[in-house]
């Protein structure tokens, strides 16, 4: 490669910043124009996508008003052999840039098929081009145009120089387009069996819409130092010590379930450990079910306590259980407390979370 001069060095760096730019894969085409025309003077530049497997052809050019002659892109399409340049890259894989005059003399040039239907109406005598690393069965050209043949080695090493930063931009839009669409994919479904999901990076991505509202009202506002509430935070981070205490020969341990109840409703929250990813936390909202009368027996909880459990769920406090069911608060209280013996519970929470968990394993 040709030292190339300070000059020619700043339109590459400004090129690569054009690059830097983009945003979406559908600015990328148009991008790869402008970076080109700073790098190289050409009279005509043109980005073209070849799908060899269906023989179909996608151009992007400047100035934008260019028009191919008729039937010029389908011949290019069902012919990409017969371009020197697009036959050196299929043979030897070599997509750094390449002149038609490297492998065809003005002569050759002129009596070609090529030439006839495309390069001559467009009074174009010289192409440089180069190809990009591309998808299967594509092949993806870059070329600038001239009418005469005066490509210099310069302009050559201008192209390569530029060449990485064209193919590195094209796989990251590529990538981005190809996990839009997955996410895309997967919020559909997600949507269509009334799961909602978070991604747990950093920061907290919303797999579904809603999905952090929704775990902030049933487990609170997130703490000073988390965008996670305390509680949720707490449960994480015990079922991910059982994921790093298990052996790598052992089976995958059991996590368990976080519940959160709010009125007569309960969100399931369960972890699914990330194994190319963040770990995904997933919520099902339920309505609060009650534990079916033989669990509640089996709790040795007499017909009145199995009542009171049962208002328990749903968030009922002391004063409303026993307005409801027309006894004393003191009476409900007691009663209460005997439920919370019989559970093994010490408090509220862990008592209604007891009594869930019966109605999630049944």
Known sequence: MARLKSDRLHDVVRAV??????????????????????????????????????????????????????GAQEFLAQHADEHPIIRNFSETGDGSAFRISDFM???????????????????????????????????????????????????????NLLRPYLAQTYWLLHERETVRRRLSAARLVLGQTAVAAISLSSPLEELTPGALVLLYRFFGRPG?????????????????????????????????????????????????????????LTLRQIAAAEPSASQLEDLRLTEREAQIARLLITGAANSRIAAQLGIAPGTAKKHVDHIYRKLGATNRVTAVKILLELHLSS
């Open 17 to 70: 910043d054009e690059l830097a730019s983009v945003s979406d894969f559908d600015s990328y085409a148009d991008a790869a124009i402008r970076a080109a025309d700073i790098a190289v003077l050409s009279d005509v530049t043109t980005y073209n996508d070849v799908d060899v497997g269906v023989g179909q052809m996608t151009v992007r050019t400047r100035p934008m008003d260019f028009v191919y002659p008729e």
């Open 105 to 159: 003399s003005v002569r050759e040039f002129h009596a070609s098929r090529l030439y006839q239907l495309i390069y001559e109406p467009l009074q174009v005598e010289d192409q440089m081009a180069l190809a990009l690393p591309s998808p299967r069965d594509h092949v993806i050209g870059l070329a600038v145009n001239r009418g005469r043949r005066n490509f210099t080695e310069a302009d050559r090493d201008s192209l």
């Open 224 to 280: 000073t130092h988390s965008e996670l509430p305390g509680r949720v935070e707490g449960w994480l981070g015990r079922e991910r010590a059982k994921l790093g205490e298990a052996h790598r020969d052992e089976p995958a341990p059991l996590l368990t379930p976080l519940v959160g109840h709010r009125e007569a409703h309960q969100l399931v929250a369960r972890l699914l450990p990330g194994t190319d990813g963040p770990d995904v």
